[in-house]
């Protein structure tokens, strides 16, 4: 039961380059989710979806991408990386009307 | 002001002691409440919802003050392995449900 799946798990990106950071999930959820983590801050939440084909923004969404073609998968793209960027982003998933939310193991992306 | 707030910490226990962390909220339309727990460089996992009544999970109790608009959790007896960041985690009204996360408050555990 592999849950949330998220990769890669380190990674270290130059100014200016663009990556993507890559998630799924096997529970067929329907509300799927990107936060970022930085010290004193909390999650905050990036961009989420809620079925196939559909994304929204959530509290921080400047300066990435992301798409929905499948339930399974959820990518977040970011564009032109910058240092403001380098923090720990978990994607999440949980089932529509559910309550509890699963967490990727989270990736941990260095901005230099 | 922020949407949900708490007290940082560090809180520093001795093993079998009993400790509280409250968490305050800025929406009163606010709808679910939970507790969440994140070890260090792990993700977080739910820990405990709370309910208006207040509940109990073993030797975990949380409260929800909607007047005052806080959140509580109890630890009694505690355990190093207690040990982790306590998320105060509160969803908003609205289709999509979203959660907002506190920054956390901070519980070690010393023999």
């Known amino acids: 039961n592999a849950g949330v799946t998220q990769t890669p798990k380190f990674q270290v990106l130059k100014t200016g380059q663009s990556m993507t950071l890559q998630c799924a999930q096997d529970m067929n959820h329907e509300y799927m989710s990107w936060y970022r983590q930085d010290p004193g801050m909390g999650l905050r939440l990036i961009h989420y979806?809620?079925?196939?084909?559909?994304?929204d923004q959530g509290e921080v969404p400047n300066g990435y991408n992301v798409s929905r073609s499948t339930t399974e998968d959820f990518p977040l793209r970011l564009l032109s990386a910058a240092p403001s960027q380098t923090s720990v982003y978990f994607c999440a998933s949980r089932r529509d009307g559910g309550n509890t939310i699963y967490f990727g193991e989270g990736s941990w992306l260095t901005v230099v | 002001r922020k949407e949900v707030e708490q007290d940082p910490g560090p809180f520093n226990v001795p093993e079998g002691a009993t400790v509280a962390f409250n968490c305050t909220y800025s929406n009163s339309a606010s709808q679910s409440f939970f507790w969440y727990r994140q070890d260090c460089r792990k993700e977080p996992k739910l820990l405990m919802s709370?309910?208006?009544s207040g509940n109990e999970d073993g030797r975990f109790t949380a409260q929800l003050n909607r007047a005052s608009q806080y959140i509580s959790l109890l630890i009694r007896d505690s355990k190093l392995s207690d040990s982790a960041t306590y998320l105060c985690?509160?969803?908003?009204?609205?289709?999509?449900?979203?959660?907002?996360f506190g920054s956390g408050t901070q519980l070690t555990v010393l023999p």
């Open positions: 979806s809620v079925g196939a084909g559909i994304t």
């Open positions: 985690v509160v969803t908003s009204s609205g289709s999509a449900r979203q959660l907002t």
């Open positions: 709370v309910y208006s």
